[in-house]
């Protein structure tokens, strides 16, 4: 999924289930997982698939749309949320909803051949549902439902 379910999610997952800001932080990471397995579309969406043993290589356009996308959601987290009185917990939960994503998809991608992070990113490549490019409209279902139900959540409890 793109960042903005990603993170909504973590942030009210988190919200609805603790008040520890670092196990915030596990749900959102382990959630990030749920969610990917779900048919949606993505930037990747509408790459060619690469081989076995390719190294996924994303165009100059998705990290442009990535890096927006990241700076006004949360943009909207702080102005929506800043007031909750566990601010902390949602921003943790957002931040671990989209760790996997910026660990594996950040320009220093030596990391990506690290232990753990290796383990991290084969699991998450494994799990992750990939569209057709085709049906990439229904794609957006998905992630218009994570994020309404997340909004009305976090603006409601
Ligand atoms: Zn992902």
Redesign the pocket.
Known sequence: ?IITP?LLAGSAVAAATTNSWPLAFLIGFFL??V??AVPHV?PGTFQPKPLPDEEKKWPLWIYIYALSEFVVIWAVVIILFQHKPNFNVIMAGGMGGIA??IL?NNPFRVMRTWPILKQIQWV?EKI?YDLPKEKWFWGAFPQIIVVGISIWYLLKY
Do not use: P, R
Request: hydrophobic share 35%; proline share 0%.
């Open positions: 999924m990603h990030h997982f969610l990917d993505d996997v994503d594996e998450h992750h």
